[in-house]
T-cell receptor, first 113, second 115 residues
Framework: GESVGLHLPTLSVQEGDNSIINCAYS??????FIWYKQESGKGPQFIID?????DKRQGQRVTVLLNKTVKHLSLQIAATQPGDSAVYFC????????????FGKGTHLIIQP | DADVTQTPRNRITKTGKRIMLECSQT?????MYWYRQDPGLGLRLIYY???????NKGEISDGYSVSRQAQAKFSLSLESAIPNQTALYFC??????????????FGPGTRLLVL
């Protein structure tokens, strides 16, 4: 069935290193993708989005890559900092026009000092 | 002040009780959503509303109802709470001008425990 999932539940990286968080989706009709960051006790916070007519988009220290051929999405965080510790969710829109998002299960990013 | 607020932030109730979770936004967005989050899972859509006169069921609407009292207010009700409705509930908003699937902005969440 339709699903959006993440390959790893937990990712541990050294402070200052780059992080890559992956996401797979199964619905070919998905045309809008978002990465959210959720810190403990808070609601998801928008990081970056990408539409299906693009394969790369950059923000401040973050880059999202979209590979529609293999239905894969990734979030790259450059020079990770302690404040990057959080759960990261990918989400996509594929409800035939409805704007509700389908979320993946999340990856917990842990920054090691 | 937060753009999307939820009340209460925490709630404990008993099986069979009716409860209401409220959401208010000052972003001026026309679209509002309710999601629930369970441990180890992503958020799942319960209901969404494109404007005051428009209410739509999401992925997991059974056991829930909603009311869009005004553009800025969207409440979620559990008519007869059951233990498997214990979860973290999030309200979100988006702006129609951002297009289909536009960025959604989330409230801080309501943690609900049904005993």
């Amino acid at each position: 069935g339709e699903s959006v999932g993440l390959h790893l539940p937990t990712l541990s990286v050294q402070e200052g290193d780059n992080s890559i968080i992956n996401c797979a989706y199964s619905n070919s009709a998905s045309d809008y993708f978002i990465w959210y960051k959720q810190e403990s006790g808070k609601g998801p916070q928008f990081i970056i989005d990408i539409r299906s007519n693009m394969d790369k988009r950059q923000g401040q220290r973050v880059t999202v890559l979209l590979n529609k051929t293999v239905k894969h999405l990734s979030l790259q965080i450059a020079a990770t900092q302690p404040g990057d510790s959080a759960v990261y969710f990918c989400a996509e829109n594929s409800r035939g026009g409805a704007d509700g998002l389908t979320f993946g299960k999340g990856t917990h990013l842990i920054i090691q000092p | 002040d937060a753009d999307v607020t939820q009340t209460p932030r925490n709630r404990i109730t008993k099986t069979g009780k009716r409860i209401m979770l409220e959401c208010s936004q000052t972003k001026g967005h026309d679209r509002m959503y309710w999601y629930r989050q369970d441990p180890g899972l992503g958020l799942r859509l319960i209901y969404y509303s494109f404007d005051v006169k428009d209410i739509n069921k999401g992925e997991i609407s059974d056991g829930y109802s909603v009311s869009r009292q005004a553009q800025a207010k969207f409440s979620l009700s559990l008519e007869s709470a059951i233990p498997n409705q214990t979860a973290l509930y999030f309200c979100a908003t988006s702006d129609r001008t951002s297009g289909r699937g536009g960025t959604q902005y989330f409230g801080p969440g309501t943690r609900l425990l049904v005993l």
